[in-house]
């Protein structure tokens, strides 16, 4: 531990050495049955197996545990835990919402016993985190300051649990059916081509697109997994979206 300001509650107290992104997700890529166990990593810098996980001294226990119980408890029952993927496994017998959105058949998270407002906590957790701290990658160099303008302190106050879910964001889930992006996790980026600001996270099987902004259509909060009626989840092949990613880390100067 580390004293300084919790940069979620803002107090002065002992700080806790904070993962980016959750231990576990390290834990169920190893492979031991491998020489060398530890997952493959990519960095701008870089790719290697190694044991290396992305922390630091960022929140302080209490803040750690709103993260814990509201949104990594939830996310780490349903993605790909070396063995198989729960979430893909609920919804190859789940009935499909009909009608469903463009051709991406979704789900009712509710009628499936999901708990997708831990997801979409989570989700939010992990951009506010890699927007108020520069994170020390494996091979070197630091993460880039995500931009979450105006809706950076509604964000913190809602993982605070001092409001409600942000009216000016979005999350959308995405359950992947190949085998490439359920075996792989990733910081966030952000990406283009959608309304608003919009950035995705991929963490094992389960990809994010996390819209922010006042500029976002309303029609856009009636599929996400936090607001809309049905607690939305979508099911699609998202490998050339996980390649496209990689390929732009690995061709980065």
Same mark, same amino acid.
């Given at each position: ?87 893909? @496994?609920? =919804? %190859? ?5 009909? +009608? ?10 509710? !009628? &499936? ?64 059916? @190949?085998? =490439? %992006? ?5 910081? +966030? ?10 950035? !995705? &996270? ?52």
């Amino acid at each position: 531990m580390r004293p300084g300001v919790c940069k979620l509650c803002l107090q002065m107290e002992e700080l806790q050495d904070s993962h980016f992104i959750p231990r576990a997700m390290y834990k169920y890529l190893r492979t031991t049955s491998e020489k060398n166990p530890n997952p493959l990593g990519f960095a701008r810098t870089g790719r290697a197996t190694t044991s290396k996980q992305v922390k630091d001294y960022l929140l302080c226990a209490k803040c750690e545990d709103l993260f814990n119980k509201n949104g990594e408890s939830g996310i780490l029952k349903w993605v790909w835990n070396g063995k198989r993927f729960p979430l893909g @496994d609920r =919804l %190859s017998v789940a009935v499909p919402l009909f +009608p469903g959105w463009s051709d991406t058949p979704s789900f009712s998270g509710a !009628a &499936i016993g999901v708990d997708t407002e831990k997801l979409a906590y989570f989700a939010l957790s992990v951009i506010w985190r890699a927007a108020v701290h520069e994170w020390e990658i494996p091979f070197g160099g630091k993460t880039a300051l995500l931009n979450l303008g105006a809706v950076e302190e509604p964000i913190r106050k809602y993982l605070l649990g001092t409001t409600g879910f942000p009216t000016e964001a979005v999350v959308v889930t995405t359950a992947c059916t @190949d085998p =490439l %992006s359920i075996q792989s996790f990733s910081i +966030p980026s952000q990406v283009r081509g959608y309304p608003g600001t919009c950035f !995705a &996270i991929l963490a094992l099987g389960i990809y994010f697109r996390v819209l922010i902004g006042s500029d976002i259509p309303t029609t856009s909060r009636e599929i996400c997994c936090a607001m809309s009626k049905e607690r939305r989840i979508f099911q699609r092949d998202c490998s050339q979206k996980t390649s496209k990613s990689l390929s732009q880390i690995i061709a980065s100067p």
